[in-house]
């Protein structure tokens, strides 16, 4: 799809043929990652929109990314789940790999949760393992604000500022409410900070001990972008790992998407109680 000059004119028709679709206004949006598709089973009263159906929406090409919008409800709170995402890695600009989390925040969401699968850096974390994200460190080489600035995409009235504040990227609320609620299900929830590249290769270990110096916790490919405009655009975020490998020298052993996926297979059910208890305590939260 050739990027158009003015994303906000493309995101406008996407959520207008949306909206033809549904009566329902999301409070949250959710992007789930790879092998973590199956959770918008939980959507009720669910309206399935392939992405191929949305004008202008960048299509999935990676294995367990279905690319599908389903809206609906989650105990009882309207939300818009996105089975799956695009990557830069596949070729898509910038702007066409956050356009998606700019339709959500069109459509109403007040609220971004994002997830995706990671590898294991810090050596305490193990496969399955769900980790609530504290920060990030960006070293995909580029910044999906860069561009003329659009202040049309604000959701509130101090957003969609050119230059905007990162400090607290992960809302803290949400995180805190995150590990109370993990704990409530009889598990443990820690902290960690994400660092995205670009992808599509695995890191190497040299590599992994320069991540680990710089104060990583886990590696993926994808997330940040769509926190850096859901900040821009005033929404909350957030996030949520999956350690489904851990990374290239941390143990000895090859790492292979298949394994990935399985993993988040594996993970499902703790995922998923999570989330499902996490939702409405949002909604009952300031933030509403």
Known sequence: MP?????????????????TLTSISPAIGIILGSGLGAFASQVESAVTIPYA????????????????LVIGTIAGVPVAVMQGRV?????????????PARVLGLL?????????????????????????????????????????????????????????????A?????????VQAADNLGFNLTE????????????????????????????GMSTVHEVIVARHMGLDVLGLSLVTNMAAGVIDQ???????????????KQFTSLLTAVIPKIVTSSFF
């Open 3 to 19: 990027q158009h000059p003015d994303q906000y004119i493309p995101a406008t028709a996407a959520v207008a043929h949306i909206r």
């Open 53 to 68: 159906d949305i004008p202008h929406f960048p299509q999935s090409t990676v294995v367990g990314h279905s690319g599908k």
């Open 87 to 99: 990557h830069a890695y596949e070729g898509y600009p910038i702007t066409e790999v956050v356009f």
């Open 108 to 168: 109403g969401c007040k609220t971004l949760i994002v997830t995706n699968a990671a590898g294991g850096i810090r050596s305490s974390l193990r496969p399955g393992e769900l980790v609530v994200l504290s920060d990030h460190i960006n070293l995909t080489g580029t910044n999906a604000a860069l561009g003329p600035n659009e202040p049309r995409f604000a959701c509130t009235s101090t957003a969609g500022q050119r230059f905007f504040d990162m400090s607290t």
């Open 170 to 178: 992960y809302t803290p609320s949400l995180r805190a409410l995150s």
């Open 192 to 219: 960690g900070v994400y660092l995205a590249v670009l992808g599509p290769s695995f890191e190497t270990p040299a590599e992994i001990r320069a991540f680990r110096t710089l104060g990583a916790d886990l590696v």
């Open 254 to 268: 090859a790492i292979d998407h298949e394994d990935v996926l399985e993993i988040g297979r594996n993970a499902e």
